[in-house]
């Protein structure tokens, strides 16, 4: 009798689907079927099952309904101490808008009161916190010393007459780039492939001409389909105008689908140059060279009066292809509107231009593709741009440190470790001598400066010195405020939250505050 093999199969099993179940091989063992698997259950056990889990989905639902409304009526906790039990004066921040809770967490409970109402402030707000809000001058009193807004456009502050106050302006750049690059790839595909003339064309003619009789409709997507051709944009030319954080982004996301990708920046910093991919990109000597070769232009700059303003104009827009797709999600009056509406009617330029900005040339126009102000619209957006925010007013508060503003020179000095005495921060206009004058002053009160740094911008300057414990900085300053008319503004600062000298908001002159006293 011939011996039995052990690899001989068993007869497969079978689950109630009528699938076969297959049988593992083990080299040397006895082969046994799998366990036969059961898929099906009866129909009033999947009932059962259905209920119980919609049962228990409901009274999750109401629980945290009721922890919420728990939540709401519960009383506002007491101020509680700072970092290492501080409990003095607190930095006030006054807020206007919605401001993302990530930003708020940045301050310390009893470091620092922040509130939109000033009735729930202890004292004037030392500094301004917002988003979109009109800010007017007046609603800034003399002991603000910081505004800071979460985005990066600030045409919503006077920052000229700021600067005059001697009151620095902070943005956030860079901290809604991801959500602007996503719309930017958003608008170029909205350019390239009929998509909102589809939609439209479904909605406003396919609906109604058949009386949304479904097979009706799915007939006519298909055979419209033919109205709508587009064009794909990989192996197209984009042409990036101002290469900062956004610009940098929509690079990358470009060349990532295949985009050949041409920049131009005349003020590109070095930070900036070392994040673009330089050996997979080119970089134009001119914008007319960038607006000669681009099948899409998208621009992301700055509007500043006198230099972008109608930086793309009814000049330059005639050196681009007649079918470029225009792109502008920084500030609408870097495109002149009315060029474009002019090359329009020529039959020049035959391109879409998309924006999330109104234009009251191109109203109503079908080639002008017009958003809702969507570029930092995201709730990523919203947190990062606070975030950074707090972070930025807290660093200048607490060390007098300025980055990222818009009117006042960055300027950063480090503490000498261990040291124990003031810090005061000096804003004054930027004119031969008032430096010296400045020195020369707080020489004569005895002041040995251990370090200070001096940086301008335009008109102003900003000068921050260290030296050790003052005895009464209030008149120190008031002296020097005297005795310098260059001074337009100082605050002094000591160890904040670790001794009493320089509690937040205690020691600072202001001269358009005294000149209307």
């Known amino acids: 009798m011939k011996s039995q093999s052990i690899l001989a199969q068993p007869k497969p099993a079978v689950c ?15 082969v046994r079927p799998l366990p036969v698997l059961r898929f099906k259950k009866d129909s009033a056990d999947s009932d059962v099952d259905e209920i119980m889990l919609l049962e228990k989905a409901i009274k999750l639902a109401k629980d945290r309904a009721a922890k919420a409304k728990e939540v709401a009526a519960a009383p506002a906790p007491a101020p509680a101490a700072g970092a290492s039990g501080y409990t003095g004066a607190a930095f006030t921040i006054k807020t206007f808008n919605a401001i993302s809770p990530v930003g708020l967490q940045r301050f310390p409970r009893g470091n620092y009161v922040v509130s939109g109402e000033d009735s729930q402030l202890p004292a004037s707000p030392m500094a301004i916190m917002l988003r979109s809000h009109q800010l007017k001058v007046e609603e800034v009193p003399p002991t603000v010393r910081g505004i800071v807004r979460c985005g990066a456009g600030v045409n919503n ?24 690059k996503e719309l930017v790839i958003c608008g170029m595909l909205l350019a390239a492939r ?24 799915a007939k006519r997507i298909e055979k419209d389909k ?21 610009g940098g ?17 005349p003020v590109l910093s070095l930070d900036a140059a070392w994040k673009l991919p330089g050996d997979r990109m080119g970089r134009a000597e001119s914008l007319e060279d960038l607006l000669k070769v681009s099948d899409y232009i998208t621009v992301h700059v700055p509007y500043i009066k006198g230099a972008t303003h109608h930086m793309l ?13 225009l792109l502008n999600f920084a500030r609408g009056e870097i495109i002149d509107g009315e060029a474009v509406a002019d090359l329009y009617k020529s039959g020049a330029l035959t391109g879409k231009y998309v924006s999330d900005f109104a234009d009251p040339f191109l109203s109503g126009h079908p080639k002008h593709l017009v958003l809702p102000h969507l570029g930092a619209s995201t709730e990523e957006a919203e947190d990062n741009s606070a975030a ?61 400066i251990e370090q200070q740094i001096n940086t301008s911008k335009g008109g102003i300057a900003y000068t921050v010195l260290d030296f050790g414990e003052v005895a009464d ?3 120190l300053q008031s002296g020097l405020g005297a005795a310098c008319p260059g001074v337009i503004s100082s605050r002094f600062i000591g160890n904040v939250f670790e001794d009493e000298i320089g509690q937040p908001g205690t020691f600072f002159w202001v001269r358009w505050a005294q000149d209307k006293q």
Do not use: W
């Open 16 to 30: 109630r689907t009528g699938r076969t179940v297959p049988s593992r091989l083990v080299p040397g063992r006895a």
């Open 157 to 180: 502050i006077p920052v000229d007459q700021m600067t005059e106050r001697g009151i620095p302006v902070f943005n956030t750049p860079g901290a809604n780039a991801n959500a602007v």
């Open 194 to 217: 009929g998509i909102v003339e589809g939609h439209k064309h479904v909605e406003n003619v396919i609906y109604k001409e058949e009386n949304m009789d479904y097979e009706k409709v």
């Open 226 to 246: 033919a109205k709508f051709v587009g064009s794909e944009i990989q192996g197209k030319t984009l042409g990036v105008i101002g290469l900062g954080a956004i």
């Open 249 to 265: 982004r929509v690079v990358n996301a470009a060349l990532a689908l295949g985009m050949n990708v041409v920049g131009y920046d």
């Open 313 to 325: 104009n009814g000049v330059n827009l005639k050196l681009c292809k007649p079918g470029v797709h």
């Open 388 to 448: 950074m925010a707090a972070d930025t007013l807290k660093d200048f508060l607490e060390t007098g440190t300025i980055r990222n503003s818009v009117n006042f020179p960055q300027t950063v000095l480090d503490r000498k470790p261990g040291h124990i005495g003031g810090r005061l921060c000096i804003v004054n206009k930027n004119e031969a001598g008032v430096l010296g004058q400045i020195t020369t002053y707080l020489g004569s009160q005895g002041v040995n």
């Open 473 to 475: 900085p209030s008149g």
